[in-house]
């Protein structure tokens, strides 16, 4: 993440001043997956067209059975077009850059092999040193792990037997490892603890996409490069947080994963405590990615744990039901495809955590994800406390608009502030109003996956946007008594919402009981 100042109105030629990557190969595992098609390749194209990519740079798309190159090539072009045509992933469509296209597909080659096998590392060590010679892109390569979580493992220590990730004269050797990285804290520690023994942290990029997304990337800049926000920012000011990350798509065609994974380990001890721990963690010593990650581990290493009353009281978990979304009836989740039938999977969590620090005692952080909701948003809502009393005639106090910054992560990128203002008349009355910013009114930005400055980034050697190994385990020691409580407890509740709806009762509740409420999802 580079840092420049320019004028809002200057639109996106930020964008186009960073410079250009070092040479490298990127070597993907898991080439013929759908992330490599749907999110990685479009970056990869985005970053071309950006003039990101060194013309020493080449891709070896690595899969476990052979495909002829010019048909790979045809496959991933076809991800290319659908991604520039869909409205859905950005403000504008744009039409396709053969250009640049070109320019990544040239420098694409296929290799294929069993990715348990030694023999297939051996053989990759050579086709990397004959790509390398072939594109000039030197000793420097990132090996980018787009494959199913139980290979991760494996492929790091395989990649260090074969001599693969050994770093000589100043070149790098870089691993970026997908989510999810472990299923609990366990195996969080175990799988730390086996890439550990391969390669230094330095070489480790974990990865958590929310952090590609520039509106997460501008909580830090929203509160560090202006001054009105930071004294105000502590519990002497602010009420309460909310977290919600809704999502309108069901599982998908992915029962198998998300049957043994549900909503909370899908999305709370990554994407979820991202956006936490960007709003609460204190000023970092500089923007150098370890002064900024020390700070996000602190706060979730401040997390208070939760013991089984708190988890009881303070956690909802809910599951779809059958619904109306759009006005088109949908299927409960028990009745998605690979679903099971009387599956206890949760497809949507609520939670209030605190923080045991000095900036944040006594205030509550409410936090909820689900899919199958009303409406897609992401929105950080920090509400600040009630004006001290009342002075204006007939509106008491609690009946004043609380003021509440709100930050719209996605599908509408902003922020607002709601405050009071006299509604015009003879009399004082007053009304909720609200400023809102806008990304689209001030910068020009086009469709991105948000892997961009991700695997970009990497290749400059800034891991701030990525996940360090502690943090990681803070995140999955905060959800574990959650995860042992419902995997003990079979009398846990499990409360169905329908779909299309703004989730379960109960988790009104965890607001009602100190006199709040959720913002609508609207
Ligand atoms: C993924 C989860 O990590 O994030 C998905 O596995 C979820 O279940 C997705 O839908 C949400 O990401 P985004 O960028 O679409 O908000």
């Not at 996106?12 to 410079?19: I, L, M, R, Y």
């Not at 479009?42 to 059975?65: E, G, H, M, Q, W």
Request: include cysteine; proline fraction near 6%; hydrophobic fraction near 40%.
């Amino acid at each position: 993440m580079d840092v420049r100042v320019e004028d809002g109105t200057q639109g996106s030629a930020a964008q186009q001043q960073a410079q250009k990557a070092p040479p490298c190969a990127l070597v993907i595992f898991g080439a013929g997956g759908d992330l490599t098609k749907r999110l990685l390749m479009p970056a990869i194209y985005n970053l071309s067209k950006a003039k990101l990519l060194s013309d020493k740079f080449a891709i070896i798309a690595v899969d476990r059975t052979p495909k002829p190159i010019e048909a790979y090539r045809e496959y991933l072009a076809d991800g290319i077009r659908s991604f520039v045509s869909d409205t859905a992933s950005g403000p504008a469509t744009e039409p396709f850059d053969a250009q640049a296209w070109d320019f990544v597909a040239s420098r694409i080659s296929h290799f294929a092999g069993d990715l348990t096998k030694p023999d297939t590392y051996a053989r990759l060590h050579q086709t990397h040193e004959k790509i390398a010679a072939e594109h000039q892109t030197g000793a420097n390569a990132v090996f980018y792990l787009a494959v199913g979580s139980q290979l991760f493992g494996t492929i790091v220590e395989q990649l260090g037997a074969a001599g693969l990730v050994q770093e000589n004269n100043g070149s790098f050797r870089r691993v970026i490892i997908e989510k999810p990285f472990g299923s609990d804290l366990a195996s969080a520690r175990a799988l730390n603890a086996q890439i550990l023994r391969v390669l230094s942290e330095s070489q480790i990029y974990r990865m958590d996409h929310f952090l590609g997304k520039e509106t997460v990337q501008n909580i830090m800049v929203l509160r560090f490069a202006n001054g009105i926000f930071e004294p105000m920012w502590n519990r002497d000011h602010i009420d309460h947080v909310q977290i919600s990350v809704a999502e309108t798509v069901g599982v998908e065609r992915r029962a198998r994963f998300y049957e043994a994974t549900g909503a909370l380990r899908d999305m709370v001890p990554n994407h979820v405590f991202q956006l936490l721990s960007l709003i609460a963690m204190g000023p970092p010593n500089s923007f150098a990615a370890d002064a900024v990650r020390t700070e996000k581990h602190k706060v979730l290493e401040a997390l208070h744990p939760l013991d089984v009353a708190e988890v009881r009281r303070n956690v909802v978990r809910g599951q779809y039901g059958r619904g109306l979304l759009n006005g088109n009836p949908v299927p409960a989740y028990r009745e998605e495809p690979g679903v099971a039938p009387d599956s206890v999977t949760e497809t949507y969590v609520a939670m209030q955590l605190g923080i045991d620090n000095w900036r944040w005692a006594g205030v509550p952080f409410y936090l909820r994800t689900g899919k199958r909701m009303t409406r897609r948003t992401t929105e950080i809502a920090i509400q600040f406390k009630q004006a001290p009393f009342a002075l204006f005639r007939n509106t008491p106090v609690d009946t004043l608009t609380p003021n509440v910054l709100a930050l719209q992560i996605q599908p509408d990128e902003g922020a607002s502030m709601q405050f009071s203002a006299k509604i015009p008349g003879p009399e004082i009355s007053l009304g909720g109003v609200r400023m809102n910013f806008s990304y689209k009114d001030y910068f020009n930005t086009e469709p991105t996956t948000g892997y961009e400055t991700l695997v970009y980034d990497c290749m400059i050697g800034d891991a701030m946007l990525f996940n360090r190994a502690d943090a990681v385990e803070a995140g999955w020691a905060v959800v574990q008594p959650i995860l042992d409580l419902w995997r003990n407890d079979k009398t846990a509740p499990l409360e169905i919402y329908p779909a299309g709806s703004a989730g379960p009762e109960a988790a009104d509740t965890l607001l009602w009981r100190s006199g709040r409420q959720w913002r609508p999802i609207t």
